[in-house]
């Protein structure tokens, strides 16, 4: 624990403009972000009597060794780098919004030809219009269903498109008037596109005019005796209206808001999102974060904005926000919403009529949310904690293993030997902070062994000496063990192995623990614990120690033990089978040096396959676009070396197959692709 006045500027040294400021630990890794409109009198609050600061803000700066800062022009800059600094260094101490689960949103794929509408998740794409977010993905479907009725735009993936180009018949929902089939050419990429913009176009709520448009062709044709196209008319209108009532319209005026509430206890809060486009509630969202930092809602309504609209633009930011406090910053969070905007942003607290008691609906979706989420977590806080002092206590540590690495070694018959690194924090997985490593059977620059063959032992010992090898290497690039007569380097990023873990577990008995005990004393490093898990009898060896230690079968901690072990068997083992299927989808071409992908695909389209290519002569490779004469001769060399394989044979027909073009490995196959 350091005391913040160690590191506490000297007087008169901190400027008294607008910035922003990171506190930083003893392995220079940013713990907290804050913005101020004067640094000297926000920073200066830090360092008064731990007595009078929050019990949060006591433990980030005696966390913290060092503060520096950055002065801005404005409160709108410092709002932004804020921001940008939260995302790039994932302070410990700041609030963080996660998303409690994933949502899909109904997503156009304007970015493409024919454009196909479809379900999606995860972060935005450039060039793709989104709708939602929404509660469940059938909630989609359902919705999608009925408006292809009237809106015929292509939804299958892009496997399914190219086959039924191929063979020149559409897929089902061609036949069945649910898609306008520009796959075998029905409709051409202008009249698709138009499609699918008016379908964004009702989706965004511009709904009025079209169905006002599609009750005058209903009467028009009415009146001309085209009964059919009249009935198949009102089909549609009933359709997009069905469409339109899963929305119920909440807000009269047809606004375009997101209402935002918050509902907060000592320890957690819960914010809710309401999407209201063309006053129908369009999609819902909810947020559940730990106040590791003293924070008020406020506080927690500026984050949660931030995170909200830190990498929207255009239409995706309302007209108007409504929010239940205003934020500290308002005048400069208005400004910065426009900006991703484009144009004027309203960021106010409804006080009366519709917008308010949509809001108190909100909120009483937040505190639903809290409690729930205090529901199922009171269960889960307590059994970690448990479950590290059962550990703590069984492998005699000083304190709990708040920070387990987990290392395991896999592979076929001694081929393809990989390892894969996990890491649990508080009982729970990190998975940005897993590694793969391919075993090379060299320790720094020493070759020990060939690396190939069932050797797990010299393995895991390869393994954990580079992983802390590379600690040792990123402790000397920050400087806490610079050289005196050299500045530390200080790029302010996350480092990938730049922090030690109180405990190691290995996959394995004795010899795998004997290993990784032995990498960690030729390193030098004595701070570190190790231990192994046996899957046989799941005993827990010990460096050192002939007998294992065995922790009941109903205790947290062994449970905690098998869930990281078997993280890391499930990560080292999806590492091995893509290592493996791409070796066996290796062609001759792979074997060529310098050739790229691009290359290869060109060289494989031009001749058509890889046993005309062999059978070319160097000038007719030549003539490849961006193939040289001396890559000509290289791929002409390697080609004759290779043993090419025997035909392929029918077994049905006994009919020999020609040899076809072998997609590079790497490269998708459209086969089994779901619609």
């Given at each position: 624990?350091?005391?913040?006045?160690?590191?506490?500027?000297?007087?008169?040294?901190?400027?008294?403009?607008?910035?922003?400021?990171?506190?930083?630990?003893?392995?220079?890794?940013?713990?907290?972000?804050?913005?101020?409109?004067?640094l000297?009198?926000?920073?200066?609050?830090?360092?008064?009597?731990?007595?009078?600061?929050?019990?949060?803000?006591?433990t980030?700066v005696?966390?913290a060794?060092?503060?520096?800062?950055?002065?801005?022009?404005?409160?709108?800059?410092?709002?932004?780098?804020?921001?940008?600094?939260?995302?790039?260094?994932?302070?410990?101490?700041?609030?963080?919004?996660?998303?409690?689960?994933?949502?899909?949103?109904?997503?156009?794929?304007?970015?493409e030809?024919?454009?196909?509408?479809?379900?999606m998740?995860?972060?935005?794409?450039?060039?793709?219009?989104?709708?939602g977010?929404?509660?469940?993905?059938?909630?989609?479907?359902?919705?999608v269903?009925?408006?292809?009725?009237?809106?015929?735009?292509?939804?299958c993936?892009?496997?399914?498109?190219?086959?039924?180009?191929?063979?020149?018949?559409?897929?089902?929902?061609?036949?069945?008037?649910?898609?306008?089939?520009?796959?075998?050419?029905?409709?051409?990429?202008?009249?698709?596109?138009?499609?699918?913009?008016?379908f964004?176009?009702?989706?965004?709520?511009?709904?009025?005019?079209?169905?006002?448009?599609?009750?005058?062709e209903?009467?028009?044709?009415?009146?001309?005796?085209?009964?059919e196209?009249?009935?198949?008319?009102?089909?549609?209108?009933?359709?997009?209206?069905?469409?339109?009532?899963?929305?119920?319209?909440?807000?009269?005026?047809?606004?375009?808001?997101?209402?935002?509430?918050?509902?907060?206890?000592?320890?957690?809060?819960?914010?809710?999102?309401?999407?209201?486009?063309?006053?129908?509630?369009?999609?819902?969202?909810?947020?559940v974060?730990?106040?590791v930092?003293?924070?008020?809602?406020?506080?927690?309504?500026?984050?949660?904005?931030?995170?909200?609209?830190?990498?929207?633009?255009?239409?995706?930011?309302?007209?108007e926000?409504?929010?239940?406090?205003?934020?500290?910053?308002?005048?400069?969070l208005?400004?910065?919403l426009?900006?991703?905007?484009?144009?004027?942003?309203?960021?106010?607290?409804?006080?009366?009529?519709?917008?308010?008691?949509?809001?108190?609906?909100?909120?009483?979706?937040?505190?639903?949310?809290?409690?729930?989420?205090?529901?199922?977590?009171?269960?889960?806080?307590?059994?970690r904690?448990?479950?590290?002092?059962?550990?703590?206590?069984?492998?005699?540590?000083?304190?709990?293993?708040?920070?387990?690495?987990?290392?395991d070694?896999?592979h076929?018959?001694?081929?393809?030997?990989?390892?894969?690194?996990?890491?649990f924090?508080?009982?729970?997985?990190?998975?940005?902070?897993?590694?793969r490593?391919?075993?090379?059977?060299?320790?720094?620059?020493?070759?020990?062994?060939?690396?190939?063959?069932?050797?797990?032992?010299?393995?895991?010992?390869?393994?954990?000496?580079?992983r802390?090898?590379?600690?040792?290497q990123?402790?000397?690039?920050?400087?806490?063990?610079?050289?005196?007569?050299?500045?530390?380097?200080?790029?302010?990023?996350p480092?990938?192995?730049?922090y030690?873990?109180?405990?190691?577990?290995?996959?394995?008995?004795?010899?795998?623990?004997?290993?990784a005990q032995?990498?960690?004393?030729?390193?030098?490093?004595?701070?570190?614990?190790?231990?192994?898990?046996?899957?046989?009898?799941?005993?827990?060896?010990?460096?050192?120690?002939?007998?294992?230690?065995?922790?009941p079968?109903?205790?947290?901690?062994?449970?905690l033990?098998?869930?990281?072990?078997?993280?890391?068997?499930?990560f080292?083992?999806?590492?091995?089978r893509?290592?493996?299927?791409?070796?066996?989808?290796?062609?001759?071409l792979?074997?060529?040096?310098?050739?790229g992908?691009?290359?290869?695909?060109?060289?494989?389209?031009?001749?058509?396959?890889?046993?005309?290519?062999?059978?070319?002569?160097i000038?007719?490779?030549?003539?490849?676009?961006?193939?040289?004469?001396?890559?000509?001769?290289?791929?002409?060399?390697?080609?004759a070396?290779?043993?090419?394989?025997?035909?392929?044979?029918?077994?049905?027909?006994?009919?020999?197959?020609?040899?076809?073009?072998?997609?590079?490995?790497?490269?998708?196959?459209?086969?089994?692709t779901?619609?």
């Amino acid at each position: 624990m350091a005391d913040p006045s160690s590191y506490r500027p000297r007087p008169g040294e901190i400027p008294d403009s607008p910035g922003v400021y990171k506190f930083r630990d003893e392995h220079r890794r940013v713990i907290y972000v804050g913005k101020a409109k004067s640094l000297r009198q926000r920073l200066a609050s830090y360092f008064q009597d731990l007595a009078g600061l929050h019990p949060r803000t006591a433990t980030m700066v005696t966390t913290a060794a060092s503060v520096e800062w950055t002065v801005v022009s404005t409160e709108v800059e410092a709002l932004q780098l804020e921001y940008s600094w939260i995302k790039e260094f994932d302070p410990r101490f700041n609030v963080k919004y996660r998303d409690d689960k994933s949502y899909p949103s109904l997503a156009v794929t304007l970015n493409e030809q024919y454009p196909r509408v479809q379900v999606m998740r995860g972060p935005k794409k450039k060039g793709v219009r989104y709708f939602g977010p929404y509660g469940h993905a059938w909630a989609i479907r359902e919705t999608v269903d009925l408006m292809l009725r009237v809106f015929p735009v292509r939804t299958c993936s892009a496997g399914v498109f190219k086959r039924s180009a191929q063979i020149g018949r559409p897929c089902l929902l061609g036949y069945i008037g649910k898609c306008s089939a520009p796959c075998v050419g029905r409709i051409s990429p202008e009249d698709h596109r138009e499609l699918a913009e008016d379908f964004c176009d009702f989706m965004a709520g511009r709904t009025g005019a079209y169905l006002s448009r599609l009750e005058k062709e209903m009467q028009a044709a009415a009146e001309e005796m085209e009964y059919e196209k009249a009935a198949r008319l009102r089909d549609d209108i009933g359709a997009l209206r069905r469409a339109m009532e899963k929305n119920a319209v909440v807000l009269a005026d047809a606004t375009d808001a997101d209402l935002m509430a918050v509902a907060e206890d000592e320890l957690e809060a819960a914010v809710q999102i309401f999407h209201v486009r063309g006053g129908r509630v369009r999609g819902q969202r909810g947020w559940v974060t730990d106040k590791v930092e003293a924070v008020d809602t406020a506080g927690l309504v500026e984050h949660a904005l931030q995170q909200l609209y830190g990498e929207e633009s255009g239409e995706s930011v309302p007209k108007e926000v409504l929010v239940p406090v205003l934020p500290e910053d308002a005048p400069a969070l208005g400004q910065w919403l426009a900006g991703r905007r484009g144009s004027q942003v309203s960021l106010r607290v409804p006080q009366r009529g519709d917008k308010k008691s949509l809001m108190e609906t909100v909120h009483r979706n937040a505190q639903q949310s809290l409690a729930l989420h205090k529901t199922k977590r009171a269960a889960d806080l307590t059994t970690r904690s448990r479950a590290l002092e059962e550990i703590a206590e069984a492998l005699d540590l000083d304190g709990a293993p708040l920070r387990i690495e987990c290392f395991d070694i896999s592979h076929l018959q001694g081929d393809d030997v990989v390892a894969s690194m996990v890491v649990f924090e508080d009982g729970l997985a990190r998975k940005s902070e897993y590694r793969r490593f391919q075993v090379k059977g060299r320790v720094g620059d020493t070759q020990v062994w060939h690396g190939e063959g069932q050797d797990d032992v010299r393995s895991m010992h390869e393994v954990v000496s580079r992983r802390f090898r590379r600690y040792l290497q990123e402790k000397l690039k920050t400087g806490e063990w610079a050289p005196e007569d050299g500045e530390p380097e200080d790029d302010g990023r996350p480092k990938r192995f730049a922090y030690p873990p109180q405990l190691v577990v290995v996959d394995g008995g004795q010899p795998q623990v004997a290993a990784a005990q032995r990498a960690l004393e030729e390193l030098g490093i004595d701070d570190v614990a190790v231990c192994g898990l046996a899957k046989r009898l799941e005993e827990v060896w010990l460096p050192g120690e002939d007998d294992p230690v065995v922790l009941p079968r109903t205790s947290e901690g062994l449970y905690l033990l098998q869930r990281v072990r078997d993280e890391a068997h499930r990560f080292a083992i999806q590492y091995q089978r893509s290592k493996r299927g791409k070796r066996l989808k290796a062609g001759p071409l792979d074997e060529v040096p310098g050739l790229g992908e691009s290359r290869k695909l060109a060289l494989v389209k031009h001749f058509g396959s890889v046993k005309k290519l062999r059978q070319a002569t160097i000038d007719q490779i030549c003539e490849v676009p961006g193939i040289g004469r001396k890559t000509a001769e290289t791929v002409a060399a390697a080609l004759a070396q290779a043993v090419p394989a025997g035909p392929a044979v029918n077994t049905a027909t006994g009919e020999i197959i020609e040899d076809e073009a072998p997609a590079p490995a790497g490269t998708p196959s459209d086969r089994g692709t779901e619609q």
